[in-house]
Nanobody, 125 residues
Framework: VQLQASGGGEVQAGGSLRLSCAAS????????MGWFRQAPGKEREFVAG????????IYADFVKGRLTMSRDNAKNTVYLQMSSLKPEDTAVYYC???????????????????WGQGTLVTVSS
């Protein structure tokens, strides 16, 4: 299974970006997908997750309505629409897919079986 994340870049504070992540390769069951991020010198942290069967989403507390995760079932792709970006949102954003756990804990990195390479988001003040 390969995950291809894209859409990162540099934006000024208050701006917007949309990240995409497409899963492909082999035969697998997508049970959930998630976004995590890792800022320089910090640990990887959960951003958002979506259950594939229901489309239900959860977000980290710091999101506060600024980020929206969505999916395209046909394309096995998820999106992360980010708005009102802040310098503290600067990080490498990773997408991940859970294929073996039927009801994974979305916020737990251990729930996910495959990870993308990450896409860098830089927010300047």
């Amino acid at each position: 299974v390969q995950l291809q994340a894209s859409g990162g870049g540099e934006v000024q504070a208050g701006g917007s970006l949309r990240l995409s992540c497409a899963a492909s390769g082999g035969t697998f069951s997508t049970n959930a997908m998630g976004w995590f991020r890792q800022a320089p010198g910090k640990e990887r942290e959960f951003v958002a997750g979506i259950r594939w069967s229901s489309g239900s989403t959860i977000y980290a507390d710091f999101v506060k309505g600024r980020l929206t995760m969505s999916r395209d079932n046909a394309k096995n792709t998820v999106y992360l629409q980010m708005s009102s970006l802040k310098p503290e949102d600067t990080a490498v954003y990773y997408c991940a897919v859970a294929t073996t756990r039927w009801f994974p804990v979305l916020a737990a990195p251990t729930s996910y079986d495959y990870w993308g390479q990450g896409t860098l988001v830089t927010v300047s003040s």
